[in-house]
Every structure is written in structure tokens, then in C-alpha cells.
């Protein structure tokens, strides 16, 4: 049983570690080909009311929406990303979310002729259980996350 | 000094330290976000379903079965985010947590149904790369049992995967309970972690027992 129980974890972990090997080098592709449109990570990472399609948050801002970039305190891990994603997809404002824990932002396309204050977004990032750090808008949105100022 | 003293000024200095060093754990969702959660180790079993009204405290149903002792444990459980740090590539929090409720003998222990508390501290510091953390309680159901046990934990994971990516972890846990007949307690285990769901499987070496634990925050 124990041989059997280590075996099978064993197994789960190299699979895993091999998986996200070859995935880690599919996403470095992405980013370098089209990086100043945000990286094209799998579907997974957009969740928006209902499981969405990965082209969600491009699509949205297609369709006239605002792009807001959220740079976050605190992101490091998955229910990061639940926790947001749910919590703004409770706005009537918002189009699509999405985490992402490489960058550490939570990107937001708001529907057509909508927006959302910062105010409103510290607000909401704070009950999800985070911190916000910058809110970047218009061509700022597009830019990298600038290095955080230890000093402040 | 009694048993229970004992149990109090142990957590008490836990307490203390941890607010002292920093931490981490997820006992307490986002506002509106209710999690489930089950954990089997060398000696018990717990499961918790909560639901957060603030991202600061949780309130939920506890239910606690030490296998070793044949005591059930049941009774709504609160739990309080008492600090978070953030920081650019970490996150650290220390949580207290409190049950009252009833406990009964099972199985073999024939001891009939007592009011109960537990009482604890959860604490952790995690990267994408490296975790860290430590919980202890103390449990009190009159001559039924009086406990305590402590936990630290140490991981890594041999990727850094991004949102929606299955996250892998290879840990180690170090229990401490002084009342087992082997009080200290080395399980390795393995987490797999993906969206909303969490899971665990290790094994304890000190005692050839499984470890398997689960969360789902919906």
C-alpha cells in the first residue's frame, strides 16, 4: 500500500513537472510574439461570469470596453485568482477578468460605456483579501509593471 | 500548573511568536466566498465548510474525528484573519481560530456526549517557489480528552506555473503530539493545485498512515 501510495505520487508529480515544462515553453512563445497585447496564456486563465474562452478579455476591449490593469500585493497563488475573478465578475460594470500570477495584475475589460473609479477597484480588490498597488489605464495599461519602490 | 493551563500558555506563546514572525493559511476566503475543506492525517480527520462575510473572519461547521481516540467532535467554528502581510512577491498571515460545540466518544469509547472547545493559530509565508507554515490547537471536552498538537510545514515547488496551470508542491510536515504514543511525526506529501481546488496526499513514515486533505472555495 505504501509503495503503491508513493509510486503514484511520484508518477503525479514528474507528469506535472513535465507538463507545465513543455506548457512554460509554449507561454514564452506567446509572450515574446505579441507581448504588448498582454500574454496569450490558455483558457484557464480567463474567468469572466461563466468559464470563458481566453480571447474573453480581448474580445471585450474589441468590443469597446476599457481595459484597466490592476498591479496587486499578495498574489501567489490560485485562490488569489478565484477570490478576484469572483469578486469582480459580481459588477455589472465588468466584461471579463483576468489574474495573472506571472505579472502579478488582474487585468479588467468593463463593458461598452462603462467604467469602474479606482476607488471602487481598491475597494473590491481589498474585500477579495489583496492589496492594490497601481491601477494603470489608457497606454499606461499596455506598459510593464514598473519594480516596486522598497523604499515607500 | 493543570493540563489545560498548559494548553493555553503553550498556544498563548504560539500565538505570540507567530504575530512576532509573519505567516500564511486559508481559512478565510474572499468577502461572499464559501470554502470546504477536508483533512485526514496520521491521527484524525477534520472537515470545515465556512463562509466569509469579510475577508478578515470566516464562520462554519466543524467537524473533527480523532481516529486514534475514537472522539467526534462537532460545532460551528470561527476563524480570524488577525494579520496579512503583502508584499511584491509573498504573501504572510496569521489566523486564530475558535470551535464550541459537543464531543462524544465513538467506536470504542463508550464516553457519552460533553460540551467541547478548540481553540488554535494557523500561520504561513509563501511565494510561488517556497511555503512555510505552522498551526497548533488545543482541544478541551472535560474528562473526555484534553489535547494539543502543533504542525510546521516546509515546501517547494519544482515549477512556478501561472493562473489556471496545474501548481505542484513537494512538502514536509513535522506534527508534534505530546499525548500519540509516537509524538512526533514526519509526513512528506505532495499538493496539486489547480483553480478553485487543492489537494493533498502524503504519507506518514513515523506511523505508516496516509495524509489526504482537500479545499474547494467556490
Known amino acids: ?43 484557464t486563465d480567463v474567468v469572466a461570469l461563466e468559464p470563458a474562452p481566453a480571447s474573453a478579455l480581448e474580445a471585450a476591449e474589441a468590443a469597446g470596453g476599457e481595459l484597466i490593469v490592476v498591479d496587486v500585493l499578495g498574489v501567489v497563488c490560485d485562490f488569489c485568482a478565484v477570490a478576484m475573478n469572483k469578486t469582480f465578475a459580481k459588477r455589472s460594470e465588468v466584461a471579463a477578468t483576468r489574474v495573472d500570477l506571472d505579472d502579478k495584475t488582474l487585468k479588467i475589460v468593463t463593458r461598452p460605456g462603462q467604467t469602474l473609479a479606482d476607488a471602487e477597484i481598491e475597494k473590491l480588490v481589498k474585500s477579495a483579501g489583496y492589496r492594490t498597488r497601481a491601477i494603470r489605464r489608457g497606454d499606461a495599461a499596455n506598459e510593464a509593471r514598473a519594480p516596486i519602490d522598497e523604499t515607500r | ?139 478541551e471536552a472535560g474528562d473526555l480528552d484534553a489535547t494539543f498538537m502543533q504542525a510546521a510545514r516546509v515546501g517547494f515547488a519544482p515549477y512556478v506555473a501561472n493562473t489556471g496551470a496545474l501548481h505542484t508542491w513537494l512538502m514536509i510536515e513535522i506534527d508534534h503530539r505530546p499525548d500519540n504514543p509516537e509524538p512526533i511525526g514526519v509526513t512528506p506529501l505532495v499538493r496539486f493545485f489547480k483553480g478553485p481546488a487543492l489537494f493533498e496526499a502524503g504519507w506518514s513514515v513515523t506511523d505508516d498512515r496516509p495524509l489526504v486533505n482537500f479545499t474547494y472555495r467556490f
Not at chain 2, 17 to 39: F, K, N
Not at chain 2, 41 to 69: E, K
Not at chain 2, 86 to 110: H, I, M, S, T
Request: a negative charge; proline letters at 2%; one cysteine or more.
Open chain 1, 1 to 43: 500500500m505504501k509503495k503503491i501510495f508513493l509510486a503514484a505520487a511520484f508518477s503525479l508529480v514528474a507528469s506535472a513537472t513535465l507538463a507545465q515544462h513543455n506548457h512554460g515553453a509554449d507561454n514564452d512563445d506567446g509572450a515574446m510574439m505579441d507581448h504588448a497585447q498582454g500574454h496569450n496564456h490558455e483558457a
Open chain 2, 1 to 139: 500548573m493543570t493540563r489545560n493551563s498548559r494548553v493555553a500558555v503553550t498556544t498563548a506563546c504560539a500565538v505570540v511568536v507567530l504575530v512576532g514572525t509573519g505567516a500564511v493559511a486559508r481559512p478565510v476566503s474572499y468577502a461572499g466566498g464559501w470554502t470546504a475543506i477536508e483533512q485526514t492525517d496520521r491521527q484524525a480527520t477534520m472537515a470545515l465548510v465556512h463562509y466569509s462575510p469579510t475577508p478578515t473572519y470566516s464562520i462554519g461547521l466543524r467537524i473533527d474525528w480523532d481516529r486514534r481516540d475514537d472522539i467526534l467532535f462537532v460545532g460551528p467554528q470561527a476563524t480570524w484573519l488577525a494579520k496579512r502581510w503583502f508584499g511584491e512577491d509573498y504573501q504572510a498571515n496569521v489566523y486564530l481560530f475558535g470551535a464550541a460545540g459537543a464531543a462524544k466518544g465513538v467506536g470504542d469509547n463508550d464516553g457519552e456526549a460533553r460540551a467541547a472547545v478548540l481553540g488554535g493559530v494557523m500561520a504561513d509565508w509563501e511565494t510561488r517557489r517556497l511555503f512555510v507554515s505552522y498551526r497548533a490547537h488545543g482541544f
